[in-house]
């Protein structure tokens, strides 16, 4: 079996950097792929953001869960070897680093816009300790504008419709690109600068302000990541060449990837030698290499028959205007209406719903380790290279040995065994871990490393779960509307969590009810257990039995027209 080098690994991958890491409660706050998110229903198992992914703009899962089938189907087929001797250093990157594909200014563009998706992570503990150190925010505060910055990963959808329908100066996707990544350098340059000062002396300017920021960059990777998607649905789907499905997509993910991991590390290191307000400007360079790197993406200018523009002639002057069609966005929204209808995929979206939308204490944990523990950002950031890389070992678990379970079963044992596992913070808490020899930080780094190995493995078949239930036509569409579903649940779980953190009046220097917190948000992790038989149509198969029916359907399908036609 395929595991490492196959488009969903890699998927995951990225969904799994770009998350954020979970510490004993605490996820990290992220600008970045909220959606790309799924994890058990513990707090301690989500990861709050797509994420990661989720986190997935529309078609991204759904996409590579296809091509990856059609490549196993081409498996067998013969592959034409190139002489690396004779061709030259560009044949030898061509086969070994592109994955053969053509090295063009066109794909290395589109590589490294994803790269720099994955590398925007570097300013997210930067923004934590600016809220939290440089800002005043108490805990609660904390995690109720955590929720706020995953709204703009709500709205994916829409962000598909603009790009997808409507041209910015003539073209659906650099012009996009360009917008974003200018809009994002400013809004972490203004961040990086403390507003240049306009607001030293009115903190109540200031904190507004840099919400407001944020948001707008948090905004700005969104789209930009639906963007992305877009220009590599286009390219898989007008190529001939089957090596160019898998491999692109290979290539774009594993380029996010890298960049991710880089940035878990010293996105804690370097707070340890500069402020958070340096990491922002730092950061501030990535979006505008996306800028930059736009202008090298090849695009025709768009024409009113390739989007939501038609063009209308004035009969008595001849002028030629071009105005917008709705006709085809509301077509769309119709069958998407249409599907959402069907009980087999309203049940199964409301439970994912429920999943995500269990209350965590992400914010009040991480006040914990950092005043009560002492932790500091370097020592968060390894937590955080370490928990990622564990997740790559919960995703080679899943993909080896869980695939022929059943989705609902996985669920279900996943969400029950993170539950005494999230309750292990009450040691911690108690300080009971010093008592039994165990130091702090040997605890946390433990205990989190087997929540990530879980966390992923309850992940995938929440991926796989909803890129199955997209029937066919509305892939695109229906799948960024159950990621914006997803997205929309961790926020209202997040600002549950921050609700229950300023009632039970945990603070930054009182952790007396820490425990208590924990212990409601963990048991409550285990309600929508009560309706998994919500999944019984599509979540009591395995994955593998899920891709042999589709196989099987598809194979169904391409011979119907010889049979009709021998008849």
């Known amino acids: 079996m395929k595991i490492f080098g196959s488009p969903l690994f890699l998927a995951?991958?990225?969904?799994?950097v770009q998350a954020p890491t979970s510490l004993h409660g605490f996820s990290f706050p992220s600008q970045f792929s909220p959606t790309r998110s799924g994890?058990?229903?513990?707090?301690?198992?989500?990861g709050r953001q797509e994420r990661n992914g989720v986190f997935f703009k529309k078609s991204r899962p759904s996409t590579v869960l296809r091509i990856q089938q059609s490549l196993e189907e081409r498996e067998d087929e013969v592959v034409p070897v190139v002489d690396q001797q004779s061709g030259g250093i560009k044949?030898?990157?061509?086969?070994?680093?592109?994955?053969?594909?053509?090295p063009s200014p066109d794909v290395v563009a589109i590589m490294s816009i994803y790269f720099v998706e994955g590398a925007l992570g570097l300013a997210r503990l930067a923004q934590t300790y600016l809220l939290k150190d440089e800002l005043h925010l108490g805990p609660s505060e904390l995690s109720a504008l955590t929720g706020i910055f995953v709204l703009p990963w709500t709205i994916k959808p829409l962000y598909g419709f603009l790009t997808d329908g409507f041209p910015l100066f003539g073209f659906r996707r650099r012009s996009y690109l360009i917008?974003?990544?200018?809009?994002?350098t400013f809004s972490y340059t203004l961040v990086g600068n403390s507003f240049f000062g306009a607001f030293s002396n009115d903190d109540n300017m200031l904190i507004p302000s840099t919400v407001v920021a944020i948001m707008v960059s948090s905004a700005c990777i969104a789209f930009s990541d639906v963007v992305a998607d877009g220009i590599v649905v286009e390219k898989t789907r007008d190529s001939n060449d089957p090596k160019i499905a898998g491999g692109l997509q290979s290539l774009c993910w594993g380029s996010a990837a890298i960049g991710g991991l880089l940035s878990a590390y010293f996105s804690g290191s370097l707070l340890e030698i500069m402020k958070p307000q340096d990491v922002f400007r730092i950061t501030a360079i990535l979006p505008f290499s996306v800028a930059c790197i736009a202008f090298l993406i090849n695009e025709k200018p768009a024409t009113a028959g390739?989007?939501?523009?038609k063009t209308t002639t004035n009969g008595e002057t001849g002028a030629v205007t071009t105005v917008i069609d709705t006709t085809a966005v509301k077509a769309q929204i119709q069958t998407l209406w249409e599907a959402v209808k069907q009980p087999a995929i309203y049940k199964p979206a409301l439970f994912i719903f429920l999943w995500q939308s269990t209350p965590t204490s992400d914010g009040a944990f991480?006040?914990?380790?950092?005043?009560?523990?002492?932790?500091?950002?370097?020592?968060l950031g390894r937590v955080r290279l370490v928990c990622a890389i564990a997740s790559l070992f919960g995703v080679f678990v899943y993909n080896q040995y869980l695939k022929t379970r059943p989705i609902k079963d996985i669920l279900f044992w996943s969400s029950i065994i993170s539950t005494p596992l999230g309750l292990s913070s009450l040691l911690l808490i108690t300080h009971a871990n010093r008592s039994l020899g165990i130091p702090d930080g040997a605890f946390v780094f433990g205990d989190d490393v087997a929540l990530s190995i879980l966390g992923e493995i309850a992940f995938l078949p929440t991926l796989v779960l909803a890129a199955r239930l997209c029937p066919p036509g509305v892939e695109a569409v229906l799948f960024a509307t159950l990621m914006s579903i997803n997205n929309g649940a961790s926020t209202l779980g997040t600002e549950i969590g921050a609700l229950l953190t300023r009632q039970l009046g945990v603070t930054e220097s009182n952790f007396d009810n820490l425990g208590l917190l924990t212990v409601i948000c963990n048991l409550s992790s285990?309600?929508?257990?009560?309706f998994i038989g919500w999944l019984d149509e599509v979540g009591s198969k395995s994955e593998e039995e899920l891709e042999q029916q589709e196989t099987a359907t598809a194979a169904g399908n391409t011979t119907m027209p010889s049979t009709t036609a021998n008849e």
């Open 179 to 184: 917008l974003c990544g200018l809009l994002g």
């Open 526 to 530: 285990l309600y929508p257990l009560f």
């Open 39 to 46: 994890s058990p229903s513990s707090p301690r198992l989500q």
């Open 91 to 102: 044949p030898f990157f061509k086969d070994t680093i592109f994955l053969g594909i053509d």
């Open 306 to 309: 390739s989007s939501s523009l």
């Open 366 to 379: 991480f006040y914990f380790m950092t005043d009560e523990l002492g932790f500091g950002p370097e020592f």
């Open 12 to 16: 995951t991958v990225l969904v799994l």
